[in-house]
Structures are given as C-alpha cells and as structure tokens.
C-alpha cells in the first residue's frame, strides 16, 4: 500500500446547465498522503465543493481518475461508492446537518447503524466519538436545536469520526461558528489530524490556512498553487 | 433470535416512530384515513355475513334432506319403492309421511293447517317437542306446531276439532321456520289410526317421503343413486335435494359480501392515496436528511427500508385501531340493520377482522412504496444541495 490515499489525475468535471456547459473542474491533479492537514481555498465557483464532493465518493469526474485508498472510483455504482464512502469518509458540513429529531448520542450512532455495528458497541464507540470531539457527556441526550453552534458541530465532528475513518472531510467547518469557537473547533481538528486521520477542509478563510501543511488554491477548476 | 428487547432497540424502527411523531398531525389525520378504511371494510363483510346468518338461520337445519315425490302422473311413493331406497348406503333414516291440508278449529277460532301421519319414532328425528310429550301410537291425540298453537291459543289437553273428529293436544313443538321437508310449525301430527278415521278415502302410497342423510355431502350422491334405482325405466319419482337451496343461498350472499367490501375498500382506497401523499411530502421535507444519511454510509436499501417501516408502523397502529373499533361500529350496523347483535361474536366477524387489517398494513406498504422509492434513489449530492 502505498502512503498516497487521494489521487486525482487530470480530473474534469462539466455540468451542463441548460444550453451552457460550466467546466466545474478542468483538470486537477492531485496526491494527497496519509496523515496530510489539507486545505481547498478559493473563490465561489472556484470547483473546491466539486472538488471535496470527489474525494468524498458523492459525486464521479466527468473524465479523469480519482482513487481513493488505491480503489478507483471513477467507474463505481452508487452501492459501491456508498461502500467506500461508509468505510473511508467522515464528513463535516458547514451546516452541521445533524438529524433534528435524533439525540445527540443517536446522531453520531448513524453512520454505525448503516455499516451494521451491534447496539451495545454503538453506544460505547459513539459515546467515545463525543469525547474524541470534546461534548461534554451531559449533552449526550439532546436534540441538535437544544445545542449550541459549537456543540453542534462538535457532534457532527463525532458523528464524522464514528466509523474511524481513515479521512475527514469537512466544508467550512468554522463558517457558521464565531471565531472563538471557530477557532475551538479548527484546534480540535488539528488535534484529530495530529493522531493520524487525514484531513481536507475546504474554506473561504485564509487563516484556516494557517493550520494546514498544505494549501490547494483553485482558480477556474484549476490549481492555481500548491504549497507544501 | 430477535427479541422484544432487539426490535424496541432497532434504530431504523425509532426513526420512523419519531418521523411519525414529527407531524403528528398529519401522520393522525393519514391514520385516520386507515383507521375508517378498516372499520369499512371490515365491518361490511360482518354485515354481509351476518345478514346470510338471519337468513339461513331461518330455515333451519335442512341441508342433510332429501325430498321424495311421486313423479308428475303418478299417485304416491309406493311401500315397494321405499323398501328399494333401503338398499342405498349412506342413508340415516328414510321417513314415509301421509298429509293433508285441513281446516282446524278451537273454541270459534279456526285456522288451516297440514295434518300429517308420520311413525312416531320418524316424527321426534323431524321436530322438537317443546311442551307436553308425544302421541301414543293408536290413540286420538295430536301433536301441534307453534304457530297453530298461537293462532288458536291452544294448551296442553284442549281438543281440536278436524271436521267431525276431535283431536285431544298433548304436545306442542318448538317453532323451527321455515322447512321444506314438512309444515312443522302449521303441522298437526296424529297417529296412523286417527289419520285414517280422518281421510277414510285417502291412497295406500305416501305422499312423499324424507331421506336423511348420514353426511351432509353424500345427499348428491344418494340423490343419484335413488334416480338411478327407481327412474330406470320411466320417471316415477322425483328427488329435491334441500341442500341447493342451502347453495344458492350461500352464493347470493357471497356476492353480497364481496359487493358490500368493495365498497369499503374504497375508502380504503383513498386512505392509501392519502398515506402516498403523507409519506411523499414527508420525502421531500427531508430531503436533505437523506442526503446526510446517504453521505454517512447509508445504502439505498437502507433508506428504502426506513420509509418502509415508517409506513409499515404508521399501517399496523392505523389498522389495529380501526380492527378495535369495528366491534363497535359491527355492533351498531347489526343493531340497526339486521336487529340481531349475536352474529357479531363468531369466528366469521373474527377473520373479517383480520382481513380488514391485513388490507388496512397492505394499503398503507403500498402507499409507501413509491415514497420510499424515490427517497432511496435520491442523488446524496443533490439532497445535500436542497434547500
């Protein structure tokens, strides 16, 4: 097995919108490795959503390959994708996008539900998963609107790293948070990734940037830069 | 094994219960839909039933009994004949009856009536005594049904007239509707003595005879055997079978039944439609639910099998109530339409019931097929994107 675990080769992504086809993505190529922190920057429209929607085996390139763990996914039915997905990709949306009328625990017992983990480890790995994102236990059995924005998402954080994901995808994690917890959240995921998950966040916020050890800024569906 | 403990623990079934209670409102008012889908259904159908109850109930039991009669031309069954009868199997008693319609009259009321000379120990095979005893074989009393002790007002040891004969009364028979073998309740019953002091000039040879059957579904074959034995050469005689009209009345009914449950499944009809809608809206609604769950690892299958349980829930809880509330409403059906609430407590109001149910859970499953459907096949990205 190689360390690489994103690899994306001259990827295109058209959308046709009617008569026009918007080139959402125009041929990216990039490796990210196992253990990376990596930020996706630019503008609206720049294809990082398209981009991020990729690696997560929510959306196929137009043409291009992108593999993910060693696996293409380029060809993959939507069962098989859902597959990968469930065994390799946390999300974090910037919605938080937990179930409204689930409890907190229940939230992150999800995605154990559908890869058919027993009841009682369940409970155990997504009370465990609330510590790794720092809730507070006694919030364990509330509902998402009796949280607050940063509990939220640190629930969705859990919910993310329920099945023990080898990578954590996140769409401007900090977007609906102020800075302060903006800045709470951005600590924990750099904690998260310092324990070995790899870690994608796509933002707007340069300071994001700053916790990174690489930045992907997109232009037009290209890279633009690629720092290391 | 799957415990009770397992199924309250199943995750999938707390989701629908708790998107159910999501628009309670609207989940009671598609439950209700179900709920007087069943009661419709199901309480037509015991309507139906009950309604075939009071009609057969009024005629007694006469499925087992075959009728014979001379044969148009001819005077009367002959002793010879019966004897030939005897020889058929599966026959339980063959019963030779003389009768005659007359006029009977007690203290300045008169009515008329069949006067019957059947062998004493045949007669107590036919009827039923309800007061009283039987005639003693050569006496001159008489045995009367209930409907002409009633008109006359007759009782025990008062003597009715036959033309010039008076008939002492020392028993009289339990009412038993309408029959086809003999008059019961408009019968005088006498002994062969009396009978011939009262038609001196009457036939030797019966004037029909009843067969019993041992079984209730050997009467079409010994109907075939007595044809077959005695109308060898010409037609002498002429079989009814008693258990076509038991047939036909039970054919009548079945369609009765059927019609009456077509129109209840109408409402059934549209409750479905209505489940659709709920369960359609409902999709929509969490569009964007669904899009999070697919994004986390759910399959297909497993959305398909949430919104399939959530109408499962939603038809089960619907259709036992509506179950519940068919007594209720049988009962004020069989009150005011049939006057007879007693056919509601029989096995066939119990399996109307249960069928009621079971199209109730099938109708709400298939509303909530195309829901589930569509939710299932939803693009995740798409559904994320919803807003």
């Known amino acids: 097995m190689s360390d690489t675990i994103v690899q ?10 009617g008569a026009n086809e918007i080139h959402a993505l125009n041929g990216v190529d990039i490796s990210i490795k196992k253990g990376d922190f990596v930020t996706i920057m630019g503008a609206s429209g720049s294809g990082k959503s398209t981009l991020l929607n990729m690696v997560g085996c929510l959306d196929t390139p137009t043409s291009g390959t992108v593999k993910i763990n060693d696996i293409d996914i380029t060809e993959l039915n939507d069962d098989k994708l859902t597959t990968i997905r469930r065994d390799n990709i946390g999300f974090i949306f910037q919605q938080f996008n937990l179930i409204p009328t689930l409890t907190a625990l229940e939230n992150v017992e999800i995605p154990m539900i559908f890869s058919r983990m027993p009841p009682n480890e369940r409970k155990a790995r997504a009370l465990h998963a609330l510590e790794q994102a720092k809730l507070e236990i006694e919030y364990a059995d509330h509902r998402p609107n009796e949280l607050s924005g940063g509990q ?12 023990d994901p080898p990578i954590l995808l996140a769409d401007e994690p900090t977007g609906n948070l102020d800075s302060k917890t903006g800045k709470i959240i951005m600590d924990l995921l750099s904690q998260l990734n310092k324990a070995g998950t790899t870690l994608i966040v796509v933002t707007h916020d340069p300071k994001l940037a700053e916790y990174s050890n690489k930045n992907i800024m997109l232009l037009d569906g290209e890279v633009s830069d690629d720092i290391n | 094994m799957i415990s009770i403990e397992d199924i309250r623990n199943n995750m999938y079934l707390q989701l629908a219960r708790r998107n159910l209670k999501r628009q309670t409102f609207r989940t009671v008012l598609a439950a209700i839909g179900i709920i007087i889908g069943v009661i419709a259904i199901s309480s037509m159908g015991i309507l139906g039933n009950s309604l075939k109850l009071s009609v057969t109930d009024s005629f007694g039991d006469i499925g087992d009994k075959l ?5 148009p031309g001819e005077d009367g069954v002959s002793e010879k004949q019966v004897k030939q009868m005897k020889k058929i199997s599966g026959i339980d008693a063959i019963i030779p009856v003389y009768s005659s319609g007359d006029r009977v009259e007690y203290k300045n009321q008169y009515t008329f009536g069949s006067v019957y000379d059947i062998d004493k120990d045949d007669l107590e095979k036919l009827v039923e005594i309800d007061e009283g005893q039987y005639f003693k074989s050569g006496s001159t009393d008489c045995v009367v049904g209930a409907s002409i002790a009633n008109t006359l007002e007759l009782k025990l040891g008062g003597k009715i007239e036959i033309g010039d004969s008076r008939l002492r009364v020392v028993g009289i028979l339990k009412e038993r509707g309408i029959g086809f073998d003999i008059d019961t309740d408009t019968g005088i019953f006498t002994s062969e003595q009396m009978y011939r002091k009262l038609y001196p000039n009457e036939e030797e040879e019966y004037d029909f005879v009843i067969i019993k059957a041992e079984e209730l579904d050997q009467v079409n074959d010994i109907k075939n ?17 008693t258990n076509i009209i038991l047939e036909s009345i039970n054919e009548a009914f079945k369609s009765i039944s059927l019609f009456l449950m077509g129109i209840g499944s109408i409402s059934l009809l ?3 439609v209505s489940i659709l809608n709920v369960m ?5 609604e969490r569009t964007k639910e669904i899009g999070v769950m697919k994004a986390v690892g759910a399959s297909r299958r497993d959305i398909l099998t949430m919104f399939l349980l959530e109408a499962l829930l939603l038809g089960i809880i619907a259709s036992l109530i509506g179950g519940l509330f068919t007594i209720g409403a049988g009962y004020l059906i069989l009150s005011l339409i049939v006057d007879n ?5 029989s096995f066939a109001t119990l399996l109307y019931i249960l069928e009621g149910i079971i199209f109730g859970i099938a109708t709400s499953l298939i509303g909530g097929m195309y829901p589930a459907w569509k939710a299932s096949n939803m693009r995740p990205l798409d559904a994320l994107r919803y807003e």
């Open chain 1, 8 to 17: 994306m080769e001259d990827v295109k992504k058209i959308y046709t919108l």
């Open chain 2, 270 to 272: 549209v409750a479905g």
């Open chain 2, 280 to 284: 359609l809206m409902s999709t929509m």
């Open chain 2, 341 to 345: 609430t007693s056919y509601l407590l």
């Open chain 2, 67 to 71: 009728l014979i009669y001379p044969a």
């Open chain 2, 225 to 241: 055997d007595i044809e077959k034995l005695l109308n060898k050469k010409e037609e002498v005689i002429t079989v009814f079978a």
């Open chain 1, 152 to 163: 939220q998402q640190r629930v969705a954080i859990a919910r993310a790293l329920a099945n």
